[in-house]
């Protein structure tokens, strides 16, 4: 078993710690809140550190799951950051959904200290987290991704090495590209159903079995049309993923029309008071 660290337990980084736990790794923890990590030690195990560098210290891995840019520095180059812990031959995975930029920023400083950085974001959500079924992109060299790769399977169903450092930031910006596309497309036609006087999960349960089937139809449909949003990550989240595709795109020249105009219709959402509820929600704005 690993000496593993794990810094931010949030929604996501709470129950993927839990999994690591589970598998018997020598396990830290820090969380910026200090009650949740002495929350986390009492119901699994371990221990806590004060800051992040404390808690790096002699860890093989150091895992982190924090909310942008700023937070992922604040964690490893800041005060008291990991980074001032890490010791030569460790393995930092971030697991923070940032911009290839700090990727790359972070792999080079971790490499002047004899370190490796791995970008790893992950996608499948807080259930996917609470299941240990994550689908997980990475960027970085591959000696260190072989290394880690087994470790992360304790919370992933799925783990890719996609390219140097960055690519698995900028495959994660695929992903919601992605995502953004099929839930407004979702919406429309669940609220164009609804127009048309039929059922509309009637509709979802035919054409769920053909060509218009995604994930999205057959885990959101039907709260969808029942008016729940509380079903994981928040629109506020996705708008911050957004930003970042589409800064990413303003550099690398590709063209994202739809991607920009569902931001937008996410503005919506929030202005409607719905920074909190899950990306399906961009039905309410249609129902409005």
């Known amino acids: 078993m690993a000496k593993i660290t794990f810094i931010g337990l949030g929604v996501m980084g709470f129950p993927m710690a839990r999994h690591l736990a589970a598998k018997g790794h020598d396990l830290c923890v820090y969380n910026r809140t200090p009650t949740r990590a002495q929350a986390f030690v009492e119901a699994h195990g371990g221990h806590a550190a004060p800051t992040p560098a404390k808690a790096a210290e002699g860890a093989e891995i150091v895992f982190a799951c924090v909310g942008n840019d700023e937070d992922l520095r604040a964690v490893t180059i800041g ?33 002047e200290i004899g370190a490796a950085f791995i970008d790893a974001p992950v996608s499948g959500g807080q259930a996917g987290a609470e299941n240990g079924v994550l689908t997980v992109m990475c960027g970085g060299e591959q ?4 290394k880690a790769e087994p470790v992360i399977g304790a919370f992933a169903r799925a783990c890719r090495l996609m390219g140097p450092s960055g690519a698995g930031q900028l495959t994660k910006m695929v992903n919601q590209i992605c995502i953004a596309g099929l839930v407004e497309g979702l919406a429309e036609g669940l609220h164009f159903a609804q127009k048309a006087g039929l ?11 053909g060509a218009a089937q995604s994930w999205q139809m057959e885990n959101r449909s039907a709260t969808m049309v029942a008016g ?12 911050k993923d957004l930003a ?14 739809v991607t920009a105009l569902v931001d937008q219709f996410y503005s919506e959402v929030q202005k409607m008071g719905g920074r909190r509820w899950d990306t399906s929600s961009l039905i309410k704005r249609l129902d409005a």
């Open 79 to 111: 005060a008291d950051g990991a980074f001032a812990g890490l010791a030569r031959g460790a393995i930092f995975v971030d697991h923070t959904t940032a911009s290839a930029d700090v990727a790359r920023e972070l792999h080079a400083r971790a490499a």
């Open 143 to 146: 000696a260190a991704y072989d």
């Open 199 to 209: 059922d509309p999960l009637a509709v979802v349960d035919v054409i769920s079995k």
């Open 228 to 239: 729940k949003f509380d079903f994981g990550f928040a629109v506020d989240w996705m708008r």
């Open 244 to 257: 970042i595709c589409l800064e990413e795109a303003r550099r690398n020249g590709a063209h994202l029309p």
